[in-house]
């Protein structure tokens, strides 16, 4: 359904240094660095299933702004490489919320593994592996 997710960031290369390494930890490559007829740096990250994870310079040349209720989540493949996937934004300049990494009970899934975080510019992150 979704073809690509789209975040802001005021600094290209701090975002490059932090999403090489955090997506690197679910096998997904370095990005693609696209630069838009506007001239602004954007950075493409593609899962090989054909949805993209993209990381911009704002064209309007506005600062990068974090969307008040949003959260992009990336599916893991084991509770472990929730908790690598976090460390390692943690590690990089991210910072972890809500609570620790770890199982969640839910009435209509069941028990997944979640783990929140924040890149370097505030945008809300989440790892999450449902068990079979």
Do not use: W
Not at 51 to 57: C, K, L, R, Y
């Amino acid at each position: 359904m979704l073809f690509h997710t789209m975040v802001g960031s005021n600094d290209i290369d701090r975002a490059k240094r932090f999403y090489d390494t955090v997506l690197g930890t679910l096998g997904v490559g370095e990005a693609t660095i696209n630069v838009a007829d506007s001239g602004h740096t954007r950075l493409i990250y593609n899962s090989g299933n054909g949805a993209n994870f993209i990381v911009t310079q704002p064209i309007n040349d506005e600062p990068a702004t974090v969307a008040n209720g949003s959260t992009i989540a990336f599916s893991c493949n084991s509770p472990e490489q929730v908790k690598q996937f976090h460390d390692a934004a943690v590690a990089n300049g991210g910072m972890s919320i809500e609570v620790a990494p770890g199982p969640r009970e839910t009435a209509s899934m069941g028990t997944i593994v979640l783990a929140y975080f924040r890149d370097p510019d505030g945008n809300k992150l989440c790892g999450i592996h449902f068990p079979k």
